[in-house]
């Protein structure tokens, strides 16, 4: 059914949970969340806003502690540092960039600072560009550019780094329409080009299942999993004849019914198991 | 790419035109009310007005002469230089530790306040007691007093820096030091600058007062010592020769900030 799950797992969440403390006693933000993301997977993670994403995101790239659960990248679990490997495209690419770098020192700074030659480091930076169609604006500074052309910046940048898993979160919520169609067909163009694992939060329903293998569905306050769906559509995909598709629409209405009127999920569907010899 | 939009850039042409603009708004007043000064002193010859050109000639006589120099000038721009890059040795590494913990910037600002409240020269009895009278009081005296505003934009500007770029540094792997140095000191490069460019001014102010308190030698000691002489002429010479180091002085540390903060003044021009 699922190719990609017989491949080894890339990201693996088990049973996690995250809760932060306020003044009325301790919130669940994400409660009893597992799914894994395997080798060359393109995952989307869709969900009403304030439902836990970016937290999530947060946890995978090592910048926030799970309160209960485990998160293991490649095998190894996360132990409180930054792992390895893992790089993140954040939504507010002006702030993620460093506007005192040009776009090739951006795109170069995550390199310098591990041993490869600079002649590696180049050669990189060119090939990353070049993917994101930015080779020509590689002397220039961050500001000089729109902002789709910056979050281009980002993504070569990630890029760059050869993750061995990509994490994206919400990265084309501020730019406009067009951009966003162009950036979204970039990302799957790079995700086939290089065979990035990608995971990919957004809470547009449209392009979580435009771009991606798989859908996971989450419920807000608590974050848990209502869906965890395989896309049926073939590649490569076009933003209006695959739109257009049965398969498309169906997936699309599915998830547009456990997010909008939630509460029906037990109905609509129960969640798969997630792990490699569950399917 | 639909999004590409032509970048503005500066052109040399412009760039010629800015200067001459910036020549001839700046330089012109001056010339206008430079001569307007002299027309008006030489047909009412007040008594404690010379003429501009009366002040130069005694500038050239009394200040530009290897005496003049070594006694009094050079001793001035001595203390405020090294007052100043005293207070900035420290008041840096100082204001980017307490900027990078929350909690201790916390404890540490409201402090910083209160010492940036008290007016310096009140404070220069306790370090006559302390250093005597000498070039070594001067110049810890200026550092003390420039310190507090190099501390307070230092930790305003570590402690802004972005959530979002110490993160991506972070995902990226760069931690520690060298986090430290090529994030958080460019990110906060404008306000240590904007730091250093008021205690520059700051420095010449109290330079000034502790020349005229304690001295034996100095812009403003000489300035001082010519009032109660009546030496009127002398004293406008020591006031121009010491507006014109300020100015000198200004100009130099504002090139160093546009050559540094060149991206900044860019991002902000875009940001408009």
């Known amino acids: ?279 | 790419m639909a999004q590409v939009r032509t970048p503005r850039r500066t052109t040399a042409k412009e760039f010629g035109q800015g200067i001459a603009r910036w020549v001839l708004e700046s330089v012109a007043l001056i010339v206008v009310l430079v001569a307007l000064w002299q027309v008006l002193t030489s047909v009412f010859h007040p008594l404690y007005f010379p003429t501009p050109v009366a002040i130069w000639g005694q500038i050239a006589r009394a200040w530009f002469t290897p005496l003049g120099f070594t006694a009094d000038i050079l001793p001035s721009f001595e203390r405020v230089t090294l007052g100043w890059l005293l207070a900035a040795v420290i008041g840096v590494p100082l204001g980017v530790a307490v900027g990078r913990s929350r909690s201790f910037a916390e404890y540490v600002t409201p402090l910083v306040h209160y010492a940036r409240a008290v007016p310096p020269p009140v404070i220069l009895p306790i370090f006559m007691i302390f250093f005597g009278v000498g070039n070594a009081m001067k110049v810890v005296f200026i550092a003390v007093g420039v310190l507090w505003p190099i501390l307070l934009n230092v930790i305003k500007g570590v402690e802004s820096v972005e959530t979002v770029q110490l993160d991506t540094a972070t995902v990226y792997g760069i931690g520690g030091s060298r986090r430290l140095l090529h994030v958080v000191l460019p990110a906060a490069m404008p306000d240590i600058l904007a730091g250093l460019r008021i205690s520059l001014a700051l420095a010449f102010v109290l330079m000034v007062i502790s020349e005229m308190i304690a001295a034996s030698g100095g812009i403003g000691y000489q300035i001082l010592q010519s009032q109660a002489q009546f030496d009127i002429l002398n004293m406008w010479a020591g006031i121009v020769v010491l507006a014109v180091g300020g100015v000198v002085f200004n100009a130099v540390l504002t090139t160093i900030e546009g050559r540094v903060l060149r991206w900044h003044r860019g991002q902000r021009r875009e940001a408009l």
């Open chain 1, 1 to 279: 059914m699922n190719a990609a799950a017989s491949k080894p797992q890339v990201l693996s969440v088990q049973d996690l949970v995250y809760a932060y403390r306020t003044a009325d006693g301790e919130i669940e933000a994400i409660s009893d969340l597992s799914f894994a993301v395997h080798e060359g997977e393109f995952v989307s993670i869709v969900g009403p806003s304030g439902s836990g994403k970016t937290t999530l995101m947060k946890i995978v790239a090592g910048l926030l502690q799970a309160t209960k659960g485990s998160v293991r990248i490649l095998g190894k679990p996360l132990t409180g540092r930054v792992p390895d490997g893992v790089a993140l495209v954040f939504q507010d690419y002006s702030r993620s960039l460093f506007p005192w770098m040009t776009v090739q020192r951006n795109v170069e700074f995550p390199l310098s600072h591990r041993r490869a030659s600079r002649a590696d480091v180049a050669q990189r930076s060119r090939e990353s560009l070049s993917a994101v169609g930015l080779v020509d604006f590689a002397t220039r500074y961050p500001w000089e550019l729109s902002g789709g052309m910056q979050q281009r910046v980002a993504i070569a940048r990630a890029l760059a780094f050869r993750p061995r898993l990509l994490l994206m979160d919400e990265p084309f919520a501020s730019v406009d329409a067009q951009t966003r169609a162009d950036l979204e067909d970039l990302v799957a163009d790079v995700h086939q080009q290089f065979g990035t694992t990608i995971l990919f939060v957004t809470h547009d329903i449209d392009e979580s299942v435009y771009l991606s293998d798989r859908v996971l569905v989450l419920s807000a306050h608590p974050a848990r999993l209502l869906l965890d769906r395989e896309v049926p559509l073939s590649r490569p995909r076009d933003q209006v004849a695959t739109r257009e598709l049965h398969d498309f629409v169906r997936l699309r209405a599915e998830i547009a019914g456990l997010i909008l009127r939630p509460g029906t999920e037990k109905t609509a569907s129960s969640p798969q198991d997630t792990s490699p010899g569950g399917r």
